[in-house]
């Protein structure tokens, strides 16, 4: 089972910066992609951003020219880099892999994540 570990979280001022990790268990290669996710209280969770298996990224407007996704194959290990943080940035952020499924020598990429981390707090405070 895939093991998804987010770390980097903490309280910082608006205008600051965190980075956000996440350790794999299993190489980023057996991923079709990995998304960071986010869910402040009394709110649905939300898509920031994707990166896929070739490294095409996206964001949602919110964080747009913000935040930063990015990868290292070789530590297996997913990152955000959040700049400017803005009070509503204040929300538990999830880390979440599309990890391929082989059936009948078919690999197969799901449409939704089916491994996700704890989650790290991140609180933003003006």
């Known amino acids: 089972q895939v093991q998804l570990v987010e770390s980097g979280g903490g309280s910082v001022q608006a205008g600051e910066s965190l980075t956000l990790s996440c350790a794999a268990s299993v190489p980023i290669s057996s991923t079709c992609g990995m998304d960071w996710y986010r869910q402040a209280p009394g709110k649905e969770r939300e898509l920031v951003s994707t990166?896929?298996?070739?490294?095409?990224?996206t964001y949602a407007d919110s964080v747009k020219d913000r935040f930063t996704i990015s990868q290292d194959n070789a530590k297996r290990t997913l990152y955000l880099q959040m700049n400017s943080l803005k009070t509503e940035d204040t929300a538990m952020y999830y880390c979440?892999?599309?990890?391929?499924?082989?059936?009948?020598?078919?690999?197969?990429?799901?449409?939704?994540?089916?491994?996700w981390g704890q989650g790290t707090q991140v609180t933003v405070s003006s």
């Open positions: 979440a892999a599309r990890v391929k499924k082989y059936t009948l020598g078919i690999t197969r990429c799901p449409d939704a994540p089916n491994a």
């Open positions: 990166i896929s298996n070739g490294g095409t990224t």
